[in-house]
Every structure is written in C-alpha cells, then in structure tokens.
C-alpha cells in the first residue's frame, strides 16, 4: 500500500506496562471510530508494512492503547517508538453536508455563487485556519477554508460552493 492512499492517525508515542503494549497520540474528531483496530500500517523501509493487533482500546480522547501481534516486551516494543500510524483512506468516516477532508476536495470546481472561480488545487494547513489554493488557470487564489464561506458541497458532481465577501476573489485577479 502507498502512502498516497492512506492517512495518518497518530504517532507511537510511549510504552504503557512492560508487556510490550505502546500507546499511540491520535489526531481525528472520532476517536470511537478506531476504538478496535485489528491493524495498522507502519512505515518501514520506504513503503508501508501492515502490523496486526492482538489488541486495540481507546484510553483517552486522543490517546490509543495497543498490543501488537506476537510482541511481548517492552524491549521488542521499542522498535515502534516515534512510528506514524497509517490506515487506508476507506477507513476514514463518511463526512455529509459541509464537512470534507482536505484530499477528498482536491479536484473539485469551486464557486462563488454561480460563478466558477477554478479548482481546488491544495488545503493548505495554517496556524488558525486552513487555506484553499484556487487555480484558475492563470491566478492563485487563497480562500480561508472557514464555515463562514464555505455554502454547500456537491461530491456528485465535484463541486464546491462558496459564499465570498465581495472584492476578495478581485485581489487575486
């Protein structure tokens, strides 16, 4: 599997007992989601390896427990510090109505009101706020991925509507 096709749920981040177990720091909105994970993939020798789980269990909000298949030892389970969880996109939940993952917009024709500003291009991650690049053939523009602006998403058609304060598109144009 590539890593294009996967996401990062967390990092390996301590050990928990002596019995090999290791505690992961996860990043989502749905922890309960990967409450019981039956595997992971880790990335090993530049591609990504599937490990198995013994076993899985959510201690915190955003903390994972979890036994790892035929490791026994904290010594053994040093081998997974600092390692990034992967899992396939198809794991990740179904998102409706204004709710989107940063890769599943990219591609997709945006609008502010019904005039086709371009595409989707990149979310660029920002301390604060995500930030939509916009090609639209000639300019760039940026677009604060904010609720405020953000009017409805149509994935059938690969659409993402936008309602603009007036002016902001002609800065970049």
Same mark, same amino acid.
């Given at each position: 599997m ?25 990043d989502?909105?749905?922890p ?10 880790l ?9 198995? #789980?013994?076993?899985?269990?959510? #201690? ?11 490791v ?31 890769h ?6 945006a609008?502010?009101?019904?005039? #086709? ?5 990149? *979310? ?8 939509l ?8 523009? #940026?677009?604060?991925? *904010? ?27």
């Amino acid at each position: 599997m590539r890593t294009e096709d996967c996401f990062v749920l967390g990092t390996i981040i301590r050990q928990h007992g002596y019995k090999g177990d290791v505690v992961a720091k996860i990043d989502t909105d749905r922890p309960e989601h990967y409450d019981k994970l039956g595997s992971v993939l880790l990335e090993s020798q530049g591609g990504l390896i599937p490990f198995f #789980l013994d076993h899985s269990q959510l #201690l915190k909000k955003d903390q994972l427990l979890l036994r790892f298949e035929g490791v026994k030892s904290a010594k053994e389970a040093d081998a997974f510090m600092g390692k990034e969880l992967f899992l396939p996109l198809n794991m990740l939940p179904k998102l409706t109505g204004k709710s989107f993952y940063y890769h599943e917009i990219i591609g997709f024709k945006a609008y502010d009101g019904e005039s #086709l500003i371009g595409e989707v291009a990149e *979310v660029i991650e920002r301390p604060g706020q995500p930030v939509l690049l916009i090609k639209d053939g000639v300019s760039e523009i #940026l677009i604060p991925a *904010v609720d405020d602006f953000i009017d409805s998403i149509d994935r059938s058609s690969s659409s993402l509507y936008l309602q603009l304060p007036e002016g902001l598109i002609d800065v970049y144009r």
